[in-house]
Every structure is written in C-alpha cells, then in structure tokens.
C-alpha cells in the first residue's frame, strides 16, 4: 500500500522574486523621470517703502466703475472710443503698461472687452486688479 502525501492545501506561492521585480521597475521609473519645473505667476507685493526713481515708466490708469462706465486719465469716455484713447496717450507719454482697476460689480464681459482693446492698441502688458 502505498501512502499518499496529503498537499497543503494552503500552499501559497513565493512573492519574493515578484516584489524584487516591482522594486526594479520603480527604481527604474524613480531615475529615468524627469522633473519639470512649474511656472507660476509672480505675486510680488508692493512694499510701500520701496523708492521709486524718476526712471520708472507708470501705467496708464483705466477705471471702470460699477455700472460699466470706463474713465481714462480721468475722462468718462465709451468703449468705442477706448483704443483710440490709448493710442493718443502712448503716443503723448510713454508707458510701461495698461493698470485697469474695476468695481468688483462691474460686468466682466466690459472688462474684457476693454483688455481686447488694449490689445488691439499695441501694449501687451494689460494687469486687472480690483478697486
């Protein structure tokens, strides 16, 4: 008579050369990434005790107040009128850029449409900022 071995029925298989191979691979992805350095905005604050010299350029102020209307260089002028405007006055002054400080009310498709004026009218630094 022979007797039978009875198998383990909880054998479980040898996970060690697996694991090996999932270190490798993560080693492997680890070394060979490369790592892209984001661009973000530069939020520098104004320190009111910085001097400004007499060669700073400052920018042309628009405003826009709650219920729409644009004021530039303190002239209540229509959104038509807007880019010749600027035009006049980079062409009087120079500037360094475009400062449009609207109402927290005002409409954003009227602060749009005054940026894409600015735009069409050749400057390129446009900064939004709230009144």
Same mark, same amino acid.
């Given at each position: ?32 990434? +490369?790592?892209?350095? &984001? ?12 001097? &400004?010299?007499? +060669? &700073? ?11 729409? +209307? ?37 409409? +954003? ?15 390129? &630094? ?6």
């Amino acid at each position: 008579m022979r007797q039978r071995k009875q198998q383990d029925s909880t054998a479980t298989p040898d996970m060690t050369p697996m694991l090996d191979v999932v270190f490798i691979l993560l080693i492997f992805f680890i070394v060979t990434t +490369t790592f892209v350095k &984001q661009n973000g905005l530069d939020w520098s604050s104004n320190d009111p005790n910085q001097v &400004q010299t007499p +060669t &700073q350029v400052k920018p042309l102020l628009i405003t826009i107040d709650e219920i729409g +209307t644009i004021n530039i260089q303190g002239r209540d002028i229509s959104l038509g009128a807007l880019r010749a405007n600027i035009e006049s006055a980079k062409a009087t002054a120079k500037y360094a850029g475009v400062l449009v400080q609207a109402h927290e009310l005002a409409a +954003t498709k009227v602060l749009v449409a005054v940026a894409d004026q600015v735009k069409l009218s050749g400057i390129q &630094q446009v900064v939004v900022s709230k009144m």
